[in-house]
């Protein structure tokens, strides 16, 4: 097994959303019971619709929203959790940096692109400040960016030009861990190639490990070994990628799956059955939360939450796929 270079145990996060003047709070349970283990060296990505909880898993991540309860661990030791009431921003950043999804509002339009890429290396007093120039270009030369860039603003600078920045500045510290969110839908289309193929070959020279989040299951089967489904908080599906996507379980997955565009166009647009209506995250459904919108559902579905099933390096939650039979009578 590959050595660990992050995961979590069991982690949440609940929000108090207000319910309107005089009508007190309700639990949003953005993250709901989270174990993920991202290996040393590989690429797990994170897929899910819009509201699932990837961003808000993203920044517990990154150390910029403390969860609620469970723990986030690098390799056997504890990195931050319940054990610990203080979260050291700054060793988190060291470790664990994030690619942002859009470069034209993740990058300050007042600073040069050398002050850019140079400020974690200011933040943290990192290296010989008389050498912060040289690392600076090399870095901008291995994203693929002239010295010359250096000196301009991100206005200057065209869509992939201004993520190839934000990478640089995203590895000029030297992480161990990248969170790529959503990486490429900001880009165009002849742009998102060249990023995704810039990512994976960094990966490779600098030992690298990503977690990708991303909607775009495209994407997400280019890149990723292996790839967790998210839905309302909790993960319901997760296997290497070759084996998800090639025989998804989970009803939800299989949607999900279903609903990606086929260059046929007598095949129209594919219906996921899935509905037009997300479930209420702050009112979730009884049982399995995926059951008011699945085409499997059982009685049991709507009145006892599934337990998660491992299986051959599969993890799937979904009564369907029980170990124990006696678990759905």
Same mark, same amino acid.
């Given at each position: 097994?590959?050595?660990?270079?992050?995961?979590?145990?069991?982690?949440?996060?609940?929000?108090?959303?207000?319910?309107?003047?005089?009508?007190?709070?309700?639990?949003?349970?953005?993250? $709901?019971?989270?174990?993920?283990?991202?290996?040393?060296?590989?690429?797990?990505?994170?897929?899910?619709?819009?509201?699932?909880?990837?961003?808000?898993?993203? $920044?517990?991540?990154?150390?910029?929203?403390?969860?609620?309860?469970?723990?986030?661990?690098?390799?056997?030791?504890?990195?931050?959790?319940?054990?610990?009431?203080?979260?050291?921003?700054?060793?988190?950043?060291?470790?664990?940096?994030?690619?942002?999804?859009?470069?034209?509002?993740?990058?300050?339009?007042?600073?040069?692109?050398?002050?850019?890429?140079?400020?974690?290396?200011?933040?943290? $007093?990192?290296?010989?400040?008389?050498?912060?120039?040289?690392?600076?270009?090399?870095?901008?030369?291995?994203?693929?960016?002239?010295?010359?860039?250096?000196?301009?603003?991100?206005?200057?600078?065209?869509?992939?030009?201004?993520?190839?920045?934000?990478?640089?500045?995203?590895?000029?510290?030297?992480?161990?861990?990248?969170?790529?969110?959503?990486?490429?839908?900001?880009?165009?289309?002849?742009?998102?190639?060249?990023?995704?193929?810039?990512?994976?070959?960094? /990966?490779?020279?600098?030992?690298?490990?990503?977690?990708?989040?991303?909607? $775009?299951?495209?994407?997400?089967?280019?890149?990723?070994?292996?790839?967790?489904?998210?839905?309302?908080?909790?993960?319901?599906?997760?296997?290497?990628?070759?084996?998800?996507?090639?025989?998804?379980?989970?009803?939800?997955?299989?949607?999900?799956?279903?609903?990606?565009?086929?260059?046929?166009?007598?095949?129209?647009?594919?219906?996921?059955?899935?509905?037009?209506?997300?479930?209420?995250?702050?009112?979730?459904?009884?049982?399995?939360?995926?059951?008011?919108?699945?085409?499997?559902?059982?009685?049991?579905?709507?009145?006892?939450?599934?337990?998660?099933?491992?299986?051959?390096?599969?993890?799937?939650?979904?009564? /369907?796929?029980?170990?124990?039979?006696?678990?759905?009578?």
């Amino acid at each position: 097994m590959s050595e660990t270079a992050l995961r979590t145990v069991d982690v949440s996060c609940v929000f108090e959303v207000s319910q309107g003047f005089m009508k007190g709070t309700k639990p949003l349970r953005a993250v $709901n019971g989270v174990s993920l283990n991202i290996p040393k060296g590989r690429v797990v990505g994170l897929v899910g619709e819009s509201g699932c909880g990837k961003s808000t898993m993203a $920044n517990i991540l990154l150390g910029l929203q403390k969860p609620t309860s469970g723990d986030v661990m690098s390799g056997d030791s504890l990195y931050y959790g319940q054990q610990t009431g203080y979260l050291d921003r700054k060793k988190i950043a060291r470790r664990i940096q994030p690619i942002f999804q859009d470069p034209y509002s993740s990058l300050n339009p007042t600073k040069t692109i050398h002050s850019i890429v140079c400020l974690p290396l200011r933040i943290h $007093n990192i290296g010989d400040p008389s050498k912060w120039d040289k690392k600076v270009y090399d870095i901008l030369d291995l994203v693929g960016l002239p010295k010359r860039v250096a000196q301009s603003y991100p206005s200057q600078m065209s869509g992939g030009q201004r993520q190839r920045v934000a990478i640089a500045r995203a590895l000029i510290m030297k992480p161990e861990v990248v969170i790529c969110d959503e990486p490429t839908s900001a880009l165009d289309v002849s742009v998102q190639s060249q990023i995704l193929n810039l990512l994976q070959d960094l /990966r490779q020279e600098l030992g690298l490990t990503y977690l990708l989040i991303s909607h $775009n299951l495209a994407v997400v089967e280019h890149m990723a070994d292996r790839v967790a489904v998210m839905y309302l908080g909790r993960i319901v599906e997760e296997a290497d990628a070759n084996t998800l996507f090639d025989d998804p379980r989970h009803p939800y997955t299989k949607a999900l799956l279903g609903s990606v565009l086929t260059p046929d166009p007598s095949l129209g647009v594919p219906d996921t059955h899935l509905g037009t209506v997300f479930p209420n995250p702050i009112d979730p459904p009884s049982g399995c939360s995926f059951h008011p919108r699945c085409s499997e559902c059982m009685d049991i579905c709507s009145k006892k939450a599934p337990k998660p099933s491992v299986e051959g390096g599969r993890m799937i939650e979904c009564h /369907r796929y029980q170990t124990n039979e006696a678990e759905v009578a």
